[in-house]
Structure formats: structure tokens, C-alpha cells
Nanobody, 126 residues
Framework: QVQLQQSGGGSVQAGGSLRLSCIVS????????LSWFRQALHHAEREGVA?????????YYSDSVRGRFTISRDNVKNTLYLQMDNLKPDDTAMYYC??????????????????WGQGTQVTVSS
């Protein structure tokens, strides 16, 4: 059973930065993919934001955040990060870290993930 504990987030003005953290209870080697998702208010589905393969160097971003957000990990601390720069009001959402322990399917499909963090709110004002 993998547990994900999130921290970070908050409120910031447009153009500002925030960093999200996600402590993973299990070693990264046992996890296939670690990703960040977000869900805006009144949106039915979670949107894949960024992803990295635990066993390789593959990193993916959604078009909406590429060049502004950076996903990274600290293997010693078993922590996943999402650095968010040049934030926009459209980035306002609840953000979730997620892990899946097997491959198959696309990284941005929420249904493929079997573990989720508790979520943290990010609010960007104009």
C-alpha cells in the first residue's frame, strides 16, 4: 500500500510561483509512474499536468503548463515536487499527486493510477 502525503500550495498573484511536495511512503523503484493532476472547480475530470517514470528519465507535461512547471524528485527523501512558475488564474485548481505501480495506458489518464494524495488547493488571482 503506497501512501502519498502532499504539502505546499496556497494563494498567489498571477506571475508568482509555488512549489508542491508529495512524500511517497514506498521506494520509487516500486512505482512505475509518479504524476501531478489538477481538478478545477466544476470540472468533472482531473487533468494530467506532469509525469515522470520512476525507472527512467521520461518526463511529460501537458501543453498548458509546459515551460512553466517543472516536475522533479528527490530519491533520498522519497519526495516528488512540482515547481510552478509564472502562474496564471487558469492554473487555479485542486492539485493531486498520484502513483501507479504498473504501466499501460497514457500517463494523463487518471483511471490508470491506484494511489492518490489528499489534494492541495492552488489559487491564482489576477
Amino acid at each position: 500500500q503506497v501512501q502519498l502525503q502532499q504539502s505546499g500550495g496556497g494563494s498567489v498573484q498571477a506571475g508568482g510561483s509555488l512549489r508542491l511536495s508529495c512524500i511517497v511512503s514506498d521506494e520509487f523503484a516500486s512505482i512505475y509512474t509518479l504524476s501531478w493532476f489538477r481538478q478545477a472547480l466544476h470540472h468533472a475530470e482531473r487533468e494530467g499536468v506532469a509525469s515522470l517514470w520512476s525507472r527512467g528519465a521520461n518526463i511529460y507535461y501537458s501543453d498548458s503548463v509546459r515551460g512553466r512547471f517543472t516536475i522533479s524528485r528527490d530519491n533520498v527523501k522519497n519526495t516528488l515536487y512540482l515547481q510552478m512558475d509564472n502562474l496564471k488564474p487558469d492554473d487555479t485548481a485542486m492539485y493531486y499527486c498520484a502513483a501507479r505501480t504498473s504501466g499501460g495506458g497514457t500517463w494523463f489518464a487518471p483511471a490508470g493510477y491506484n494511489y492518490w494524495g489528499q489534494g492541495t488547493q492552488v489559487t491564482v488571482s489576477s
